[in-house]
């Protein structure tokens, strides 16, 4: 198998209410041995959890360097409070300009029940 850049999701941070939106990070590393230009990372949720900016502009990211994409997320009113994996594919660039895609990785983001708090000021 030759080089080739390869990806890992190593931490999500951000929490979504029931019914909110919030900011999810998602950490990506390059674990592969090549460079990765012009890195998108394209975010697919399933239900209960959505998103209006399903892509993420990474810019380069050599071997063994992370990069951060971030990407409002939505959770219906009705989402069960739990671990959610959302499906991400890593598009980008090789060393030669091919446009390469990787393999689905699974982003955990939690969704929270809905406080009291939330449920009156709805910004959270």
Do not use: C, H
Not at 1 to 27: C, H, L, P, R
Not at 80 to 108: C, F, H
């Amino acid at each position: 198998m030759k080089n080739q850049a390869d990806f890992e999701i190593v931490n999500t941070t951000g929490i979504i209410y029931a019914g909110g939106e919030g900011v999810v990070q998602i950490e990506i590393k390059n674990t592969g041995e090549e460079e990765a230009r012009n890195v998108k990372a394209i975010i697919n949720p399933s239900d209960p959890l959505s998103t209006t900016d399903s892509m993420a502009f990474l810019s380069t990211i050599a071997p063994g360097s992370t990069a951060v994409a971030k990407i409002k997320i939505k959770a219906d009113s009705a989402a069960v409070p739990k671990m959610y994996g959302i499906d991400t594919v890593v598009r980008y660039e090789n060393p030669d300009g091919d446009i390469v895609y990787s393999d689905t990785l699974q982003a955990p983001v939690e969704v929270k029940e809905s406080g009291l708090f939330q449920r009156l000021f709805g910004w959270i």
